[in-house]
C-alpha cells in the first residue's frame, strides 16, 4: 500500500505556475499516479494520471522522474479558480487498495 | 449523461440510530467506491465493489459498517448503531473497470451529522 506525502498548503498568485510534489516511496510496479482536485462541498475531480515521464493535458501536466518514488503536478498560470485541494493518488490496475494523499490545499490570490 | 448521483445530500441523526445512504454510479461503471471525508481532512478509502465479484471491505472502519452493491447499479452503505465519530461526508465515485484506479467520477457526498 503506498503511502504519499504532499506538502499541506501552498500560496500562489494569478498568472503563476504552481508545482505540487508527492513523494511515495513505496510505489510498486503496477502503481499509476493519478491527482485530484476538489473544491469545498464537492466530490473530487479528476485532472491527470500517469506512469512515467511526463503526461500534458489541457489542464495541467504530470513530471515523474525515473525512479517514480514522487511526482509533480504543475499547474501554469494559475487563477483564482484553482484555489482548491489537490489530491495525489497512488494505485495500481489491478488492485483495489487506493491511498489519496493528505491534499495540498493551494489558495491562489490576486 | 448523468453523473454519480447520491441521497440524501445531508442526513442528520441520533447517536445510535442506523442509516443507510445510497449511490447511483454511472451507467456502464462496474467499479465503485466509499470513502469518508471528516472535516479538514483527507479521503479515507472503505470499500470497492468490482462488477459480481466480491468487494473487499478491509477498510471499513468497524462491524457497524457495512455496504451492498446490485449488479453493477445501485450500492447501499448502512451505518449501523451510529457514533459522533461517523459524523463527516460520505463519498461515493464510480469508474470504467479498465480504468481502475485512473479516472473516478465522485459524487457530491452524503453529509451525515450524528448528534
Known amino acids: 500500500l503506498a503511502k504519499t506525502t504532499q506538502p499541506i498548503s501552498m500560496d500562489s498568485y494569478e498568472g503563476q505556475e504552481v508545482n505540487i510534489t508527492c513523494s511515495h516511496n513505496n510505489i510498486a510496479t503496477n502503481d499509476y499516479i493519478t491527482w485530484y482536485q476538489q473544491f469545498p462541498s464537492q466530490g473530487p475531480r479528476f485532472i491527470i494520471q500517469g506512469y512515467k515521464t511526463k503526461v500534458t493535458n489541457e489542464v495541467a501536466s504530470l513530471f515523474i522522474p525515473a525512479d517514480r518514488k514522487s511526482s509533480t503536478l504543475s499547474l501554469p498560470r494559475v487563477s483564482l479558480s484553482d484555489t482548491a485541494v489537490y489530491y495525489c493518488l497512488v494505485g495500481s490496475k489491478g488492485g483495489n487498495k487506493l491511498t489519496f494523499g493528505t491534499g495540498t490545499q493551494l489558495k491562489v490570490e490576486l | 449523461g448523468a453523473g454519480v448521483s447520491q441521497s440524501p445530500s445531508n442526513k442528520v441523526t441520533e447517536k445510535g440510530k442506523d442509516v443507510e445512504l445510497r449511490c447511483d454510479p454511472i451507467?456502464?461503471?462496474?467499479?465503485l467506491y466509499w470513502y469518508r471525508q471528516r472535516l479538514g481532512q483527507g479521503l479515507e478509502f472503505l470499500i470497492y465493489f468490482q462488477g459480481n465479484s466480491a468487494p473487499d471491505k478491509s477498510g471499513l472502519p468497524s462491524d457497524r459498517f457495512s455496504a451492498e452493491r446490485t449488479g453493477e447499479s445501485v450500492s447501499t452503505l448502512t451505518i449501523q448503531r451510529t457514533q459522533q465519530e461517523d459524523s463527516a461526508v460520505y463519498l461515493c465515485?464510480?469508474?470504467?473497470?479498465?480504468?481502475?484506479?485512473?479516472?473516478?467520477?465522485f459524487g457530491p457526498g452524503t453529509r451525515l451529522t450524528v448528534t
Open positions: 465515485a464510480s469508474s470504467l473497470a479498465q480504468r481502475l484506479a485512473y479516472e473516478q467520477y
Open positions: 451507467s456502464g461503471h462496474t467499479a
